[in-house]
């Protein structure tokens, strides 16, 4: 029993499957914490020399304990917003197109005797997905205002957010279309040159949503606890939101969760930077607990969506039924790139030179080359301290991950749109070759990167699952079957995808000394899960449950609700 009260634990943790994440030492039979940090690690005897006569004990029950999962491209922030301004109406929730309109028209119903305030609130929806939900409409103006309302200002948002639907009445408050003749690619004509309604671009998605009336603070503050708890009860303790924009409100209440003892997820913000704008400066985040709250870089766009037809590829979009549905340019189409190479490397330097960390979202060959190409004259060989980013890398070459792995570029990848999208991918939008390569995570860990997983929340179905993101990294199987695998020799094991959710994305967020795997004087944050992912068969990583999870030692109490 320990006698220097510096060295004796709170809590001491035993008689389950402790997995580190750490190779050289991988397993533990307990585990000790002390003011918020692991304090000993190693056999039962060993760590029971640090309890003392008040600490506590927690028998473990043969569950497994892991490092806290680390989401590195969230929009955390968003998802809490949307839970408060917006109804999803996404294919995870929603199986019909009947089930689709009959929710919209609920709620559109709900909101018509509203229309006298000042300001008008919007009706703003979410996951709206035929890719998903089969028969969907082609949606415009003229079908929101027949089926819906014409009064009651409506925006519909794509899962992918890269393309959003309005009504005319959303244009008239807004007049975000003005001028829209000169930005063809942005707001989509009929053959007479008017509006239809359908907006592309996911800057022009997150500029609708900045417009939507804001909630009281009231409401927000309890929208952000829902979702900072929810995501802890999926086993996070590390968040991020990939497209921050400075708010005053918003900044308040998340300085103020930063403080709280019971705040349940530590959060990681990018600042969106403005593609149509200048280079701005950073925004002074003042957080009163860096450790909690922190400005880690900037985010930026090269390209589009593959659900869009507007991720810049090498050769073009299949030319299919669905790709016309979905207002994809007109074929050939190889998608665009967002900056010209000499307009995004001046947006890199700036940043660069600032010794701020930029996080790039690049899905095509022809966006992660130009990303590359700008890298490469910034970052010194084997030298990047700042560790840029690049996010989801769908189709990225082997050449190109081998430069990634040269200039110690941070790959995260958006891996599971296999398991939802795979099929649709091969047979509509791809093709069988390119799907069977899409986000290659073999081939990435094999040249020597660093990689993390995510899933993108809230422009992905559903809430964020973890366990099925991990698993489709270990199958690359769909959702419709475990049989229907796209690109077999991409599979990883079990050990990197943990890895890439722990250390990888710690690694990622310049916090690997702190978090992302479990080591004496790192913060004591895990989760304590029914089932060992490392000896379930790989079909079954989907429905591991989360038992408890702890941010700093301190117990989130998920297993007393």
Request: proline residues 6%; charged residues 20%; negative net charge.
């Amino acid at each position: 029993m320990a006698t220097n009260e510096d060295l004796i634990a709170e809590t001491i943790f035993f008689g389950g499957n402790i997995l580190t994440v750490e190779d050289d030492q991988p397993e533990s039979e307990a585990l000790a914490v002390r003011n918020g940090l692991i304090l000993a690690l190693g056999s039962l005897n060993d760590v029971m020399k640090f309890a003392g006569d008040q600490t506590k004990l927690v028998y473990l029950n043969k569950y497994t304990l892991l490092p806290g999962l680390i989401e590195p491209h969230q929009h955390a922030l968003r998802r809490s917003n949307n839970s408060c301004q917006s109804t999803d109406i996404g294919g995870y929730y929603y199986k019909t197109a009947e089930a689709v309109i009959g929710k919209i028209r609920e709620v559109v119903n709900s909101f018509k005797p509203r229309t006298d305030r000042v300001p008008v609130p919007w009706c703003v929806f979410t996951g709206w997905d035929p890719e998903l939900v089969p028969n969907l409409p082609r949606l415009s103006s003229d079908f929101i205002e027949s089926e819906f309302s014409a009064d009651v200002p409506i925006l519909i948002i794509a899962q992918n957010v890269h393309s959003s639907f309005v009504n005319r009445k959303i244009f008239e408050i807004t007049k975000i279309a003005d001028g829209y003749k000169s930005r063809p690619d942005d707001f989509l004509t009929d053959s007479n040159g008017q509006l239809t309604g359908e907006i592309k671009k996911a800057t022009n998605t997150f500029l609708l949503l900045s417009m939507v009336p804001s909630p009281s603070e009231a409401t927000l503050s309890d929208a952000l606890v829902r979702t900072y708890r929810d995501y802890s009860s999926r086993g996070y303790t590390t968040v991020t939101e990939l497209a921050y924009e400075p708010n005053e409100m918003v900044d308040k209440l998340v300085r103020g969760l930063a403080l709280r003892e019971d705040c349940p997820v530590r959060l990681a913000l990018y600042q969106k930077e403005d593609s149509e704008k200048d280079v701005s400066q950073l925004h002074t985040l003042n957080s009163p607990n860096p450790d909690m709250l922190w400005l880690a870089g900037v985010k930026l766009w090269a390209d589009g969506s593959p659900h869009a037809g507007t991720m810049a590829l090498r050769e073009p979009f299949l030319n299919s039924s669905l790709t016309d549905f979905l207002s994809f340019p007109k074929a050939p189409n190889y998608g665009n790139l967002t900056f010209s190479t000499e307009a995004l490397y001046s947006k890199v330097a700036f940043y660069h030179k600032l010794g701020t960390q930029i996080a790039i979202h690049a899905h095509g060959e022809r966006a992660i080359e130009q990303v590359l190409g700008v890298y490469q004259r910034v970052i010194p060989e084997k030298d990047n301290r700042i560790r840029h980013r690049i996010e989801h890398l769908g189709l990225a070459t082997k050449h190109q991950l081998e430069v990634c792995g040269k200039l110690g570029v941070a790959p995260s990848f958006f891996v599971d749109q296999l398991r939802v999208y795979g099929s649709t991918f091969s047979e509509y939008i791809l093709g069988a070759e390119r799907t069977d390569r899409w986000t290659p995570l073999a081939t990435a860990i094999k040249l020597g990167c660093t990689i993390s997983i995510h899933q993108d929340n809230p422009a992905f179905p559903g809430p964020p699952q973890p366990f099925y993101n991990i698993k489709t990294a270990v199958t690359r199987s769909e959702g419709r079957g475990e049989k229907l695998v796209h690109g077999e020799s991409e599979r990883i094991p079990i050990h990197e995808a943990i890895k890439a959710c722990t250390i990888g994305a710690a690694w990622q967020l310049f916090r690997e000394d702190k978090i992302g795997s479990l080591k004496v004087g790192k913060f004591a944050d895990f989760v304590i899960l029914s089932q060992n992912p490392y000896t379930l068969p790989a079909d079954e990583l989907g429905y591991v449950q989360v038992v408890e999870t702890y941010i700093g030692g301190v117990c989130n109490n998920f297993s007393h609700k």
